[in-house]
């Protein structure tokens, strides 16, 4: 494809291109920022759940199944509260209904016309009115009718004792009335024993409020019995540890003077200046409550005033805790930096961990406040970007790059994807997209850098060259044609290692939680949104930074500017030095690095694979600081050292309860990229319990239940675990009620077991509805029990019909759409995997087996328990493994599409997954475990390790020639340098990461370091030494597209042989850009050709070879060019053309 129209594009309007870009970057994200609601980060572990597996899919169905159960959802546990909510609506309805004909007939009705002094006749009768019924109040005498005050209807009011209006009718008063509407006349009629009783027990209770004597008064001039301790110490007050330091430091904290120690140190804990604003203070006296602390008491026990006057005792103790009277809360953050800062320590004793309540505000302070960590990391970064390019344009324009990169991947991830959920984990998108931004440009200049001084030095060496070369083959290279060139070796390889990278974030989509997958769609997006710009902000930059220097900018330096040239000589010196070890290093040893690294990546995939392996987490807590930090210290250890915790967590006591659920189908169908949206409950259509079937089947269920070895017997005398035996217990009785001589057929002794369906449909709520009436002392609801349907239309449907509401009972019978069954395991709760995993199998193989004995519509039930962390552990073990394979594979395919090698493709992968397994192998010997976040640097692991190697492979094979060590040669010369800046500045990076006290930051910066390290070498000594010693050359397993060869003028599969010649090859890792180019900008022509083509190896210009290299090809590369503005340094007695020169093709026949 012939690009030439946007070179000369970039060439022509640079300025243009930055200003296009940059009001489009600035577009897209003010319209995000505006558009969208900053982030919340105020619950840190929020979306760290699992969506979509299966026990995942059941405990969305499970939390959607309580939600309908709750007041405002469609499902009823007990029918009398439908019943009687209905009621309550029906009249309502009805009241709304006759205050609407009352106002009507008071519209309608004429107003009589009185004269202009009725208003003042009017209010003179109003104020005698109330007078009157006041002192018909006061004078009423009690009646011998005993009332309690609870019978008193308050709401109705003492003045309308005399008046009956229809909006104080209950729904009793409903049942002892009736009602004629008529033409402008609403006639009521009321029972009158029944009014007369009401206004009675009206006027009775009024009298009785009324001569009641007045609540006794507090008095605080009495004398105050002031306590040593204002109330017993509780979790919700802050807490401290206590441990011994020093020498003794084995010794009991319960003697004199670790008593003593504390003491004074429980002094330091009161004595910060804020303290008293936000401590609990004395009842009656404006000072701050005692601390509960182990010297206090001790003081109270032996009745001192102060734990300064203790004598001495021998209880041995290992740690203590110092109870402060200030509330655990978000709003003692202050007070918590001033306890920071005060070193709560002395020579004895110190402050081990606190528990504050502060964890999620406190973390969220700490990721605002760290990010000058990562602000120095990209300050760190610029600066090598600086010294590499010595233009502090390219400098700026590269970071200006970065946060555009950030700000369109924002953009895309809010508004084009629409996810409104961004966890922080997103935010470590920052910190790898500075080292994958960098790695880019200076790929890109190197690259840029290379052409300039090659092509000079070209020309220079034709006008200097003798005889032997013929001038007249001598061409002008235009701004466009360099351009082309940068383009033709750099953005494929940027390309590559773009769309890898991204494919690696990508595929962790595939995780099943929720966090990770939002994290690696947003670095997916931040990879490409920077290889966009990397591809049209950057180069037009460069041809900026060109135009200046060949208006002569550059001759005009500051002498900061020379200064830095000076500087940017030495570090071109150390760098050529560097690059010369380095190839002889590969060269020379190659066998020993393939055998050494080769090694230790297969006892890395031992360590990750076999033993230790890839630890799941332990504990349920998500650790959001380093290990050293006071909260963590509280969390981790010193919690489970205090029974007061223990019986918090009840951990030891509580057994995983045995949840079975009919009628509800595990469906998940929210987002699942987003942790609030929780989709819909799904009924299952074919379940119906009413079946003498699933009567029989169910009974038997709860019986066979009972035998198994994880069952746990439970006692009470009314149970809900199992409805259907409280249901035939009841069905039992009689059916005539001795006590009002009711009727309950069919719900009684007349109805065997296995019922009639009509019957267990009518008699179920029934049951339901007595059992939840009974006393909680007797009964106490749980989540198990059938579930009703509660219909939203029975009141339109049964009109206005006061007979549906005369009897107790309605007849229409609720449907039974869920049912749940639940019984207590033998198993307690805990975090080891292996446990849960067993207890988990086991119970879904029983059921398993039982549901295929079960009627058909009573085999859609499900089981599900506490399971949320186990599934989470079990999510990230299979998830890592997938988005590695994920990874791997696509990674594979692309190298293989791009390259059309499949030596150099699969020697590549290999390097990789080498890295990636040295990389976690390193981490689990630091004592990681696969937790939401190491899952999350496993991701990015694959991402980063892709990089280095892809542009070690591409570049081999895009070489001059095809002999695999001229071509190892040449691949080290031009990517070392690059490879080596990117690995320094991400590393580098990474490791001012680890100055931060929030865990993501740190592990990052762990992370970073290990794997921008671990993929160098693997690159550089690795996966050269493997091209270098068994690299495909001469065309081996290359091939090409079938379009590219039909496009080719020659036929057949050609390729170059080594020929006794000599080249030069100018190189520089640091070179200023060139001056000179202000020769080409003039010219219009230019050539691009094929970059894939297996028929011919193009130069690095694009133009074919017709001289043969030397033998001593390999050493050309040592001769090194310094080329700076108006300066070029070049080697003249070689007579023979750079690495541009035409060579010879061989043409190799089938």
């Not at 009001?23 to 995000?32: K, R």
């Not at 840029?448 to 001598?474: F, P, V, Y």
């Given at each position: 494809?012939?690009m030439?129209?946007?070179?000369?594009?970039?060439?022509?309007r640079?300025?243009?291109?930055?200003?296009?870009?940059?009001?489009?970057?600035?577009?897209c994200?003010?319209?995000?920022?505006?558009?969208?609601?900053?982030?919340?980060?105020?619950?840190p572990?929020?979306?760290?759940?699992?969506?979509?597996?299966?026990?995942?899919?059941?405990?969305?169905?499970?939390?959607?199944?309580?939600?309908?159960?709750?007041?405002?959802?469609?499902?009823?546990?007990?029918?009398?509260?439908?019943?009687?909510?209905?009621?309550?609506?029906?009249?309502?309805?009805?009241?709304?209904?006759?205050?609407?004909?009352?106002?009507?007939?008071?519209?309608?009705?004429?107003?009589?016309?009185?004269?202009?002094?009725?208003?003042?006749?009017?209010?003179?009768?109003?104020?005698?009115?109330?007078?009157?019924?006041?002192?018909?109040?006061?004078?009423?005498?009690?009646?011998d009718?005993?009332?309690?005050?609870?019978?008193?209807?308050?709401?109705?009011?003492?003045?309308?004792?005399?008046?009956?209006t229809?909006?104080?009718?209950?729904?009793?008063?409903?049942?002892?009335?009736?009602?004629?509407?008529?033409?402008?006349?609403?006639?009521?009629?009321?029972?009158e024993?029944?009014?007369?009783?009401?206004?009675?027990?009206?006027?009775?209770?009024?009298?009785?409020?009324?001569?009641?004597p007045?609540?006794?008064?507090?008095?605080?001039?009495?004398?105050?019995?002031e306590?040593?301790?204002?109330?017993?110490?509780?979790?919700?007050?802050?807490?401290?540890?206590?441990?011994?330091?020093?020498?003794?430091?084995?010794?009991?904290?319960?003697?004199?003077?670790?008593?003593?120690?504390?003491?004074?140190?429980?002094n330091?804990?009161?004595d910060?200046?804020?303290?008293?604003?936000?401590?609990?203070?004395?009842?009656?006296?404006?000072?701050?409550?005692?601390?509960?602390?182990?010297?206090?008491?001790?003081?109270?026990?032996?009745?001192?005033?102060?734990?300064?006057?203790?004598?001495?005792?021998?209880?041995?103790?290992?740690?203590?805790?110092?109870?402060?009277?200030v509330?655990?809360?978000?709003?003692?953050?202050?007070?918590?930096?001033?306890?920071?800062?005060?070193?709560?320590?002395?020579?004895?004793?110190?402050?081990?961990?606190?528990?504050?309540?502060?964890?999620?505000?406190?973390?969220?302070?700490?990721?605002?406040?760290?990010?000058?960590?990562?602000?120095?990391?990209?300050?760190?970064?610029?600066?090598?970007?600086?010294?590499?390019?010595?233009s502090?344009?390219?400098?700026?324009?590269?970071?200006?790059?970065?946060?555009?990169?950030?700000?369109?991947?924002?953009?895309?991830?809010?508004?084009?994807?629409?996810?409104?959920?961004?966890?922080?984990?997103?935010?470590?998108?920052?910190?790898?997209?500075?080292?994958?931004?960098?790695?880019?440009?200076?790929?890109?200049?190197?690259?840029?850098?290379?052409?300039?001084?090659?092509?000079?030095?070209?020309?220079?060496?034709?006008?200097?060259?003798q005889?032997?070369?013929?001038?007249?083959?001598?061409?002008i290279?235009?701004?466009?044609?360099?351009?082309?060139?940068?383009?033709?070796h750099?953005?494929?390889?940027?390309?590559?290692?773009?769309?890898?990278?991204?494919?690696?974030?990508?595929?962790?989509?595939?995780?099943?939680?929720?966090?990770?997958k939002?994290?690696?769609?947003f670095?997916?997006?931040?990879?490409?949104?920077?290889?966009?710009?990397?591809m049209?902000?950057?180069?037009?930059?460069?041809c900026?930074?060109?135009?200046?220097?060949?208006?002569?900018?550059?001759?005009n330096?500051?002498?900061?500017?020379?200064?830095?040239?000076i500087?940017?000589?030495?570090i071109?010196?150390?760098?050529?030095?560097?690059?010369?070890?380095?190839?002889?290093a590969?060269?020379?040893?190659?066998?020993?690095?393939?055998?050494?690294?080769?090694?230790?990546?297969?006892?890395?995939?031992?360590?990750?694979?076999?033993?230790?392996g890839?630890?799941?987490?332990?504990?349920?807590?998500?650790?959001?600081?380093?290990?050293?930090?006071?909260?963590?210290?509280?969390?981790?250890?010193?919690?489970?050292?205090?029974?007061?915790?223990?019986s918090?967590?009840?951990?030891?006591?509580?057994?995983?309860?045995?949840?079975?659920?009919?009628?509800?189908?595990p469906?998940?169908?929210?987002?699942?990229?987003?942790?609030?949206?929780?989709?819909?409950?799904?009924?299952?259509?074919?379940?119906?319990?009413?079946?003498?079937?699933?009567?029989?089947?169910?009974?038997?269920?709860?019986k066979?239940?009972?035998?198994?070895?994880f069952y746990?017997?439970?006692?009470?005398?009314?149970?809900?675990?199992?409805?259907?035996?409280?249901?035939?217990?009841?069905?039992?009785?009689?059916c005539?009620?001795?006590?009002?001589?009711?009727?309950?057929?069919?719900?009684?002794?007349?109805?065997?077991?296995?019922?009639?369906?009509?019957?267990?449909?009518?008699?179920?709520?029934?049951?339901?509805?007595?059992?939840?009436?009974?006393?909680?002392?007797y009964?106490?609801?749980?989540t198990?029990?059938?579930?009703?349907l509660?219909?939203?239309?029975?009141?339109?449907?049964?009109?206005?019909?006061?007979r549906?509401?005369?009897?107790?009972?309605?007849?229409?019978?609720?449907?039974?759409?869920?049912?749940?069954?639940?019984?207590?395991?033998?198993?307690?709760?805990?975090?080891?995997?292996?446990?849960?995993?067993?207890?988990?199998?086991?119970?879904?193989q029983?059921?398993?087996?039982?549901?295929?004995?079960?009627?058909?519509?009573?085999?859609?039930?499900?089981?599900?328990?506490?399971?949320?962390?186990?599934?989470?552990?079990?999510?990230?073990?299979?998830?890592?493994?997938?988005?590695?394979?994920?990874?791997?594979?696509?990674?594979?395919?692309?190298?293989?599409?791009?390259?059309?090698?499949?030596?150099?493709?699969?020697?590549?992968?290999?390097?990789?997954?080498?890295?990636?397994?040295?990389?976690?192998?390193?981490?689990?010997?630091?004592?990681?475990k696969?937790n939401?976040?190491?899952?999350?640097?496993?991701?990015?692991?694959?991402?980063?390790?892709?990089?280095?190697?892809l542009?070690?492979?591409?570049?081999?094979?895009?070489?001059?020639?095809?002999?695999?060590?001229?071509?190892s040669?040449?691949?080290?010369?031009?990517?070392?340098?690059?490879?080596?800046?990117?690995?320094?500045?991400?590393?580098a990076?990474?490791?001012?990461?680890?100055?931060?006290?929030?865990?993501?930051?740190?592990?990052?910066?762990?992370?970073l370091?290990?794997?921008?390290?671990?993929?160098?070498?693997?690159?550089?000594?690795?996966?050269?030494?493997?091209?270098?010693?068994?690299?495909?050359?001469y065309?081996?397993?290359?091939?090409?597209?079938?379009?590219?060869?039909?496009?080719?003028?020659?036929g057949?599969?050609?390729?170059?042989e080594?020929?006794?010649?000599?080249?030069?090859?100018?190189?520089?890792?640091?070179?200023?850009?060139?001056?000179?180019?202000?020769?080409?900008?003039?010219?219009?022509?230019?050539?691009?050709?094929?970059?894939?083509?297996?028929?011919?190896?193009?130069?690095?210009?694009?133009?074919e070879?017709?001289?043969?290299?030397?033998?001593?090809?390999?050493?050309?590369?040592?001769?090194?060019?310094?080329?700076?503005?108006?300066?070029?340094?070049?080697?003249?007695?070689?007579?023979?053309?750079?690495?541009?020169?035409?060579?010879?093709?061989?043409?190799?026949?089938?």
């Amino acid at each position: 494809m012939q690009m030439h129209w946007y070179y000369n594009f970039l060439v022509r309007r640079p300025y243009l291109m930055v200003l296009a870009v940059a009001v489009l970057c600035t577009a897209c994200i003010t319209v995000s920022l505006t558009m969208n609601a900053a982030p919340d980060f105020s619950d840190p572990t929020l979306g760290f759940e699992t969506r979509g597996t299966l026990l995942g899919k059941r405990l969305t169905a499970w939390n959607n199944l309580l939600h309908e159960t709750s007041p405002t959802g469609s499902l009823v546990t007990d029918p009398s509260d439908y019943y009687n909510t209905i009621k309550h609506h029906y009249a309502n309805k009805k009241r709304k209904h006759q205050l609407h004909n009352r106002a009507h007939k008071r519209k309608n009705r004429k107003k009589p016309k009185f004269p202009k002094h009725h208003h003042k006749d009017k209010d003179l009768f109003l104020s005698r009115t109330v007078l009157l019924l006041k002192n018909n109040i006061t004078s009423q005498k009690t009646t011998d009718i005993d009332l309690l005050p609870t019978q008193w209807n308050g709401e109705s009011g003492i003045f309308r004792d005399y008046e009956i209006t229809n909006d104080t009718l209950t729904s009793i008063e409903h049942a002892n009335r009736s009602e004629n509407f008529e033409y402008g006349r609403n006639t009521t009629s009321i029972d009158e024993d029944y009014h007369r009783q009401k206004v009675q027990t009206k006027k009775s209770t009024w009298s009785i409020l009324k001569q009641s004597p007045s609540p006794p008064e507090w008095s605080v001039d009495g004398t105050h019995t002031e306590g040593f301790f204002c109330d017993s110490p509780s979790k919700d007050y802050s807490h401290f540890v206590i441990e011994r330091i020093g020498p003794n430091s084995k010794d009991s904290l319960f003697d004199l003077n670790g008593l003593l120690a504390m003491c004074e140190l429980q002094n330091q804990i009161i004595d910060i200046p804020s303290y008293g604003n936000f401590c609990q203070n004395e009842e009656f006296i404006d000072t701050c409550c005692r601390p509960w602390s182990l010297p206090n008491y001790a003081a109270l026990f032996v009745n001192k005033s102060s734990c300064f006057d203790l004598k001495n005792t021998t209880v041995y103790l290992k740690y203590a805790m110092i109870f402060v009277p200030v509330a655990s809360s978000s709003k003692i953050l202050p007070l918590f930096h001033e306890w920071e800062d005060a070193d709560l320590r002395n020579e004895l004793v110190q402050v081990v961990s606190m528990d504050l309540g502060l964890e999620n505000e406190l973390f969220n302070e700490s990721l605002l406040t760290d990010v000058w960590l990562v602000s120095l990391g990209g300050v760190f970064v610029m600066a090598c970007i600086w010294l590499y390019t010595t233009s502090l344009l390219l400098t700026f324009m590269v970071c200006v790059a970065v946060l555009f990169s950030l700000g369109l991947a924002y953009f895309v991830y809010t508004l084009v994807l629409k996810m409104a959920f961004f966890p922080y984990m997103n935010l470590l998108a920052v910190v790898v997209i500075i080292g994958i931004g960098a790695d880019n440009a200076f790929l890109f200049v190197k690259i840029w850098q290379c052409i300039i001084a090659e092509r000079l030095t070209k020309s220079t060496m034709a006008s200097h060259a003798q005889s032997g070369l013929d001038n007249g083959n001598e061409h002008i290279d235009t701004l466009q044609n360099l351009m082309a060139s940068t383009f033709h070796h750099s953005a494929l390889s940027m390309f590559v290692s773009s769309l890898t990278t991204a494919t690696a974030f990508f595929a962790s989509y595939t995780s099943s939680i929720t966090a990770i997958k939002c994290f690696g769609i947003f670095a997916g997006a931040v990879a490409i949104t920077n290889y966009l710009l990397m591809m049209t902000w950057l180069p037009a930059v460069v041809c900026i930074m060109e135009r200046l220097s060949a208006c002569g900018i550059c001759n005009n330096k500051l002498p900061i500017q020379k200064l830095l040239l000076i500087f940017n000589k030495s570090i071109t010196k150390f760098c050529h030095l560097f690059e010369t070890v380095i190839t002889k290093a590969v060269v020379n040893y190659s066998t020993l690095w393939i055998c050494l690294l080769g090694a230790i990546g297969l006892l890395s995939a031992v360590i990750v694979l076999y033993y230790p392996g890839l630890q799941l987490p332990d504990s349920s807590h998500f650790q959001l600081f380093s290990s050293n930090h006071p909260f963590e210290i509280y969390n981790s250890k010193m919690k489970n050292q205090f029974w007061f915790e223990k019986s918090i967590m009840v951990y030891e006591n509580f057994k995983l309860p045995l949840r079975f659920v009919w009628g509800i189908q595990p469906i998940d169908d929210g987002d699942y990229t987003d942790p609030f949206s929780l989709g819909n409950l799904y009924y299952d259509n074919n379940f119906n319990i009413s079946t003498k079937a699933a009567q029989i089947w169910l009974l038997n269920f709860c019986k066979k239940l009972r035998l198994q070895p994880f069952y746990e017997a439970t006692f009470g005398s009314l149970l809900s675990n199992c409805f259907i035996e409280n249901f035939i217990s009841l069905m039992g009785r009689m059916c005539i009620d001795g006590m009002d001589n009711s009727d309950r057929t069919p719900c009684c002794d007349v109805s065997k077991f296995p019922f009639e369906p009509h019957v267990f449909d009518i008699c179920l709520p029934q049951s339901m509805s007595s059992l939840y009436a009974t006393p909680r002392e007797y009964y106490t609801p749980g989540t198990a029990g059938p579930r009703f349907l509660a219909e939203k239309t029975p009141i339109d449907a049964w009109g206005h019909d006061d007979r549906i509401f005369s009897n107790s009972t309605i007849q229409a019978p609720l449907q039974v759409k869920a049912l749940v069954i639940e019984f207590e395991s033998n198993v307690g709760y805990t975090t080891a995997y292996k446990e849960m995993k067993t207890f988990v199998d086991t119970v879904e193989q029983w059921l398993e087996g039982e549901l295929t004995e079960a009627p058909p519509e009573m085999q859609g039930g499900w089981f599900t328990s506490e399971l949320k962390f186990f599934d989470t552990q079990s999510t990230l073990n299979h998830d890592t493994l997938v988005a590695i394979s994920v990874a791997m594979s696509t990674s594979l395919f692309v190298l293989l599409i791009v390259t059309l090698n499949v030596l150099v493709s699969l020697y590549a992968i290999i390097t990789v997954l080498f890295t990636i397994f040295t990389t976690v192998s390193i981490l689990i010997l630091l004592g990681w475990k696969l937790n939401v976040l190491e899952s999350i640097t496993v991701s990015t692991a694959i991402g980063l390790a892709v990089d280095l190697s892809l542009h070690y492979g591409i570049h081999y094979r895009m070489a001059p020639t095809t002999e695999r060590l001229a071509a190892s040669q040449f691949t080290l010369s031009r990517i070392v340098g690059p490879t080596s800046m990117a690995a320094i500045t991400t590393g580098a990076a990474g490791a001012l990461m680890l100055a931060s006290k929030v865990l993501p930051y740190i592990q990052i910066g762990v992370f970073l370091v290990v794997v921008m390290i671990v993929s160098w070498f693997y690159g550089t000594f690795f996966l050269m030494s493997l091209l270098k010693t068994a690299g495909p050359q001469y065309g081996f397993m290359q091939f090409d597209y079938p379009f590219v060869s039909k496009n080719s003028t020659t036929g057949g599969n050609k390729y170059y042989e080594r020929k006794q010649s000599q080249v030069i090859a100018s190189e520089q890792l640091l070179t200023p850009s060139s001056s000179a180019i202000g020769e080409f900008i003039n010219s219009e022509t230019h050539e691009l050709e094929s970059l894939t083509s297996s028929s011919l190896i193009k130069t690095i210009s694009g133009t074919e070879s017709s001289h043969p290299l030397t033998v001593d090809f390999e050493h050309s590369f040592n001769n090194k060019h310094n080329i700076t503005c108006g300066n070029i340094s070049f080697i003249v007695n070689h007579k023979s053309p750079s690495i541009e020169s035409p060579m010879p093709e061989v043409q190799v026949t089938n």
